[in-house]
């Protein structure tokens, strides 16, 4: 693969055009900030959307919204953020040797010598301090299961060293967080969280192995592992499965949630949010290019429509 032409004042590579960051962001805590991703903030919003997924979720199962929602959607948030942020922090860490391998990450604070890895390890710390701060505001059985969201987030960023499939682990990891809002709103895990948890997963494997295909002649030089490798050719068959697994699942879990309480015209409006959502992967799937990395990073960027459209759904089904 080509280099990319070195990034002006440690610029990532791939990061977002005209970011805060790299344009408003003091020049010390840059690097730090990069370590974060903050300079390309999509993907937060793939750990945000399925607690909030959750939360609407749990309101339409019991019927019973109470002010602490605001709290937990609030929470959720900032913990997406503070968490992301440690766990793409970790990922550095633990992938710099790879990471300086690779034309499009070689860029980042680590192996480009912006941040030692003892600094990175006490960002790490401290965003996992903070986020856990927040946790401790949840239902003990939230607060349990926000503990055990670390070990899939620490399993992560080795799976590519031992599974083709380490786009599961991706989705273990980022997920969790319908499983967690869900209980901070019921007090006990329920199968439509689960469910949705797994709708989470399907919906990961099909926007990050899209994501990884941009990578897939470095990966298989340094012997990298991915689904974008274990697919090739076969990747849009694959992602049609993904697609029809994600919008199933998340179906089940909103009839599961709203079918004895929730009214018909509640029930409707939110099963409308699988089907567009299923749509708009379909749409993707239309202008999809394995061979065209560019056209692999905005289809993957595009997945935070993908994920906003079933909550504006389920929003829906709570007002009706």
């Known amino acids: 693969m080509t280099n990319p032409s070195p990034a002006p004042d440690g610029q990532v590579a791939d990061a977002e055009a005209r970011n805060w960051v790299d344009t408003y962001a003091p020049e010390a805590a840059r690097p730090y900030l990069r370590l974060s991703r903050l300079d390309r903030p999509t993907p937060i919003l793939f750990l945000l959307?399925?607690?909030?997924?959750?939360?609407?979720?749990?309101?339409?199962?019991?019927?019973?919204?109470?002010?602490?929602?605001?709290?937990?959607?609030?929470?959720?948030?900032?913990?997406?953020?503070?968490?992301?942020?440690?766990g793409c922090t970790w990922n550095d860490i633990t992938d710099r040797d790879i990471d300086a391998q690779v034309a499009r990450t070689r860029s980042r604070p680590i192996p480009a010598g912006q941040v030692t890895v003892r600094g990175a390890v006490l960002w790490m710390c401290g965003q996992s301090v903070l986020a856990f701060f927040i946790l401790l505001t949840f239902h003990p059985a939230a607060i349990l299961l926000g503990v055990l969201a670390l070990v899939p987030v620490a399993i992560y960023p080795f799976a590519k060293r031992f599974t083709w499939?380490?786009?599961?682990?991706?989705?273990?990891?980022?997920?969790?967080?319908?499983?967690?809002?869900?209980?901070?709103?019921?007090?006990?895990?329920?199968?439509?969280?689960?469910?949705?948890?797994?709708?989470?997963?399907?919906?990961?494997?099909?926007?990050?192995?899209?994501?990884?295909?941009?990578?897939?002649?470095?990966?298989?030089?340094?012997?990298?592992?991915?689904?974008?490798?274990?697919?090739?050719?076969?990747?849009?068959?694959?992602?049609?499965?993904?697609?029809?697994?994600?919008?199933?699942?998340?179906?089940?879990?909103?009839?599961?949630?709203?079918?004895?309480?929730?009214?018909?015209?509640?029930?409707?409006?939110?099963?409308?949010?699988?089907?567009?959502?299923?749509?708009?992967?379909?749409?993707?799937?239309?202008?999809?290019?394995?061979?065209?990395?560019?056209?692999?990073?905005?289809?993957?960027?595009?997945?935070?429509?993908?994920?906003?459209?079933?909550l504006i759904f389920f929003i829906v089904a709570l007002l009706v």
């Open 165 to 310: 499939w380490p786009q599961v682990f991706l989705g273990l990891a980022f997920n969790w967080g319908a499983l967690l809002a869900w209980t901070a709103h019921r007090g006990q895990l329920d199968a439509p969280a689960v469910l949705l948890y797994a709708a989470g997963i399907a919906w990961t494997l099909y926007y990050d192995t899209i994501y990884a295909h941009q990578d897939i002649e470095d990966d298989a030089l340094i012997g990298v592992k991915s689904t974008a490798r274990l697919f090739g050719t076969q990747t849009p068959q694959w992602l049609r499965r993904f697609l029809v697994a994600t919008v199933g699942l998340m179906g089940l879990a909103v009839i599961f949630a709203g079918i004895e309480q929730a009214s018909v015209l509640a029930l409707i409006a939110a099963l409308a949010g699988p089907w567009a959502m299923g749509w708009h992967m379909a749409w993707q799937m239309r202008g999809l290019d394995i061979e065209d990395p560019e056209k692999c990073m905005t289809l993957f960027r595009a997945n935070r429509d993908t994920g906003l459209i079933p």
């Open 49 to 86: 959307l399925p607690c909030w997924w959750g939360l609407a979720l749990a309101i339409l199962y019991d019927q019973a919204p109470r002010l602490e929602d605001l709290w937990i959607a609030g929470g959720c948030a900032i913990g997406a953020l503070l968490m992301r942020g440690a």
